[in-house]
């Protein structure tokens, strides 16, 4: 479900967003246990964007609280912010963002997993391909795959520039 931001004015556009999920190695992969408890974790990712299918790769364990969360409810958001930068006169911090969310799918399938871990490699490791290759038999029976097929995409940013939010009432900037 889609929900309005409420400072439309930090909005930024879906491919800006996207931009920022190429640019980010890492964000948080936020999920709901079995119990109902939140769960968020960082974890590395890359964006796959197949003729217009985007998707965001992750790798884990085959077990652990990522997988049981996702085995009651396969569904999760994620969120990378960029750059962020406290701005301690504004009581602000200036930064961009990208949140997406959908379904999450577990792939366990050999072939499958070898071509989606040898993306992952192309994306945060692209000078090591021959190791990634080596590392990715090694350890390919003991991992598994998840793939966010992105429903929905919000980017929100603040920029350093921007002025001090209460400076109409008269507080001074310094």
Request: with cysteine; hydrophobic share 35%.
């Amino acid at each position: 479900m889609d929900h309005p931001l409420r400072r439309a004015k930090r909005k930024l556009d879906d491919e800006t967003a996207f931009a920022i999920l190429r640019r980010c190695t890492w964000g948080f992969l936020s999920l709901v246990g079995p119990d109902g408890d939140p769960y968020g974790v960082p974890i590395n990712h890359v964006l796959l964007d197949e003729g217009g299918r985007k998707r965001l790769l992750f790798h884990c364990a085959r077990e652990g609280r990522k997988i049981d969360c996702l085995k009651h409810r396969p569904r999760a958001s994620f969120v990378a912010v960029e750059n962020p930068e406290t701005l301690p006169d504004k009581f602000s911090t200036a930064y961009a963002s990208a949140m997406v969310s959908g379904p999450v799918e577990i792939v366990d399938d050999p072939d499958e997993k070898r071509a989606l871990l040898a993306a992952f490699v192309r994306g945060l490791a692209p000078a090591f391909q021959e190791r990634g290759r080596k590392h990715i038999e090694h350890r390919l029976r003991d991992c598994l795959v998840l793939t966010l097929e992105i429903e929905h995409v919000c980017g929100k940013g603040r920029k350093k520039e921007e002025p001090y939010a209460l400076a109409h009432l008269g507080f001074a900037e310094s």
